[in-house]
C-alpha cells in the first residue's frame, strides 16, 4: 500500500472512531450524581442574610448530624449582592464584611460545599444585580471565590429565550474551570425538562414552594399538594446529573404538622429530587432532625440508579407512588390526603412484580421490618400522613 493510500486509509479509520464516540453532554460536568443535598436561605430567611448567618448555618450543617447524613451545600440565596464596581465586578453586600472568599473558604473548612445565586435578568427577584451581559465575568468571579454550586434565577428576563440564557452562564460556567453544579431556577415557565438536561444539573418545575400543605383557591402561593401533582409524568427526564427539582423543602419552617413534614420529605425523597433544606439549622426540633436526617428515607433518594419515583395506584384521596431501586427493589409511599384515617394498599403487580412474589417488607420511618408479605401489602394511614415502605423479593 502507497504511503498516500495508506495516510487516507488512516485518516477514514480516525474519522469513523470519532464519529463513533459520543458527544459528551453539556451537562455531564461529573456532578450532582446522586440529587444534591444542602440547605439554602430563602425560605427561612429571604432577604435577611448576613456573613454571621451563614457562618452559624455552616457550623450547625457541620455539628448537627446533617453533614454525617449527606447534606453538603451551603447556599446563599437572594441579596447577597448590592452593586457592580466600576470594571462591572459584583460587589457584596455590606452585611458580608470579610467578603464572599472569605466566607466559601470558611464553609470549606467545615468539610461543607458553598454555593451562591444570581438571576438571568438584569435583576434578581429582589432588585439586586443579575448576571444579564456579566455572564463569563461573575462565573469567574465565583471560581475565584471558591464557589460550588449556582442557582440561576429567571426575573426580569423579558421576552429573553430561557434555554439561550441558561446556556450562555452554563459555557461561562464550563469556560471558568472550576467544578461548578448548575441549578436553574426557571419555575417550569418554559418545560426545562424538555431541554435542561443538556444545560443543567437540575431544574425547577414549578413556581416557589409555600410552607402550606395545600394552597387550592388561593393565588398567592403553591403549597405540597399543588406541587406534588405537577410532578408526576415527569419521572423520564431525570437521573444521574440531571434532575427535576420541585424547590427546595419546607420542613421544619412551621406552616405544617409533623405528620405532613414527613409526608414532604417522604416524596421528595422518593422523586429523587434535590434535598435542600430550608429551615434554621440552628434550632431544629429533635422531630424536624429526625424527619431530615433518616438515614433509610435518604437512601431512596441517594440510590445509584437515579430513578424517579411515579404514582402507580389512585383511589379518591389515597395514592402509591413507587421508585424502583438499583438492587431491584421498591420504594413505596402509600399516601392520604383525606381529613381521616384510611387502608390503603398496593398490590405487587401495582409495582411491577408477579402477584404471587414473596417478599420482605421494611418500615422506612419506623426503622424495622415487617412481616414477609406475598402479593400485596396494607396498612392504616393517618390524615395527610405516610407509609414508607422497602419491597425487597
Not at 116 to 125: E, K, M, N, P, R
Not at 373 to 390: N, Q
Amino acid at each position: 500500500m502507497s504511503k498516500v493510500r495508506k495516510h487516507a486509509a488512516c485518516c477514514l479509520l480516525f474519522c469513523f472512531a470519532a464519529l463513533s464516540v459520543p458527544p459528551v453532554k453539556a451537562w455531564d460536568n461529573g456532578l450532582a450524581l446522586t440529587p444534591p443535598m444542602g440547605w439554602n436561605s430563602w425560605n427561612k430567611f429571604g432577604c435577611n442574610v448576613s456573613e454571621d448567618m451563614i457562618k452559624g448555618m455552616a457550623d450547625a450543617m457541620a455539628s448537627s448530624g446533617m453533614k454525617d447524613a449527606g447534606y453538603q451545600y451551603v447556599v446563599i440565596d437572594d441579596c447577597w449582592q448590592v452593586n457592580r464596581d466600576a470594571s462591572g465586578n459584583i460587589v457584596s453586600d455590606p452585611h458580608f464584611p470579610s467578603g464572599i472568599k472569605a466566607l466559601a473558604d470558611y464553609v470549606h473548612s467545615k468539610g461543607l460545599k458553598f454555593g451562591i445565586y444570581s438571576d438571568a435578568g438584569s435583576q434578581t427577584c429582589a432588585h439586586r444585580p443579575g448576571s444579564q451581559g456579566h455572564e463569563y465575568q461573575d462565573a469567574l468571579k465565583y471560581a475565584e471565590w471558591g464557589v460550588d454550586y449556582l442557582k440561576y434565577d429567571w426575573c426580569s428576563t423579558g421576552k429573553m429565550n430561557a434555554e439561550s440564557a441558561y446556556a450562555t452562564m452554563r459555557d461561562a460556567l464550563k469556560t471558568a474551570g472550576r467544578p461548578i453544579v448548575f441549578s436553574l431556577c426557571e419555575w417550569g415557565s418554559h418545560q426545562p425538562w424538555l431541554w435542561a438536561r443538556d444545560v443543567g444539573n437540575l431544574w425547577r418545575t414549578t413556581g416557589d414552594i409555600s410552607d402550606h400543605w395545600s394552597c387550592a383557591g388561593r393565588k398567592d402561593c403553591t403549597g405540597f399538594l399543588e406541587i406534588l401533582d405537577k410532578q408526576d409524568g415527569l419521572e423520564t427526564y431525570a437521573g444521574p446529573g440531571h434532575w427535576n427539582d420541585p424547590d427546595m423543602l419546607e420542613v421544619g419552617n412551621g406552616g405544617m404538622t409533623t405528620s405532613e413534614y414527613r409526608s414532604h420529605f417522604s416524596f421528595w425523597c422518593l422523586l429523587a429530587s434535590p434535598l435542600i433544606a430550608g429551615n434554621d439549622l440552628r434550632n431544629m426540633t429533635l422531630e424536624i432532625k429526625e424527619i431530615l436526617t433518616n438515614p433509610e428515607v435518604i437512601a431512596v433518594n441517594q440510590d445509584a440508579a437515579g430513578m424517579q419515583g411515579r404514582r402507580v395506584k389512585k383511589s379518591g384521596d389515597t395514592e402509591v407512588w413507587s421508585k424502583q431501586l438499583q438492587d431491584g427493589s421498591r420504594a413505596v409511599i402509600l399516601f392520604n390526603r383525606g381529613s381521616s384515617d384510611a387502608d390503603v394498599s398496593v398490590g405487587w403487580e401495582d409495582l411491577g412484580y408477579p402477584a404471587h412474589l414473596s417478599t420482605s417488607v421494611r418500615d422506612l420511618w419506623q426503622k424495622k421490618d415487617l412481616a414477609k408479605s406475598t402479593g400485596s401489602f396494607s396498612a392504616k394511614v393517618a390524615s395527610h400522613g405516610v407509609a414508607m415502605i422497602k419491597v425487597t423479593p
